[in-house]
Structure formats: structure tokens, C-alpha cells
């Protein structure tokens, strides 16, 4: 008897990617006239929000 594999895979955009999608747009119809800084933010902010949470746990957890 084979056995059945379930394969589940998650797709789509997250809201992160949508909001960077709807800045670019913005930022392209010139509708905004904002840094690439902020237009990209949604995608790197995730990453550095992590990031200094890590630190900060670092920090409380190994202060003397």
C-alpha cells in the first residue's frame, strides 16, 4: 500500500509585501514623494524590529 504524502504549501503576499507594493506604486505615479528608505521599509522594518528584540532579550538576559 503506498503511502499518501500530504504537501502543504502557505502562498500569497503578506501585508508587509502588499504595503511595500502600494508604496512603489505610489512612489513610481509620483503621487509620494517619499525616500526609497520609506518605500522599502515594510520590507526591511520586519527584519529590524527582530533584530532589536533580539537584542534587547540579549540584554536582559545576560545583564549582571
Known amino acids: ?22 508604496f512603489l506604486v505610489l512612489k513610481l505615479t509620483h503621487v509620494i514623494d517619499w525616500s526609497w528608505w520609506w518605500v522599502t521599509a515594510p520590507l526591511w522594518g520586519v527584519f529590524a524590529l527582530w533584530a532589536i528584540a533580539v537584542v534587547i532579550a540579549f540584554v536582559f538576559i545576560y545583564r549582571n
Open 1 to 22: 500500500m503506498a503511502d499518501k504524502v500530504n504537501i502543504s504549501m502557505s502562498g500569497g503576499t503578506s501585508f508587509m509585501g502588499l504595503l511595500f507594493l502600494v
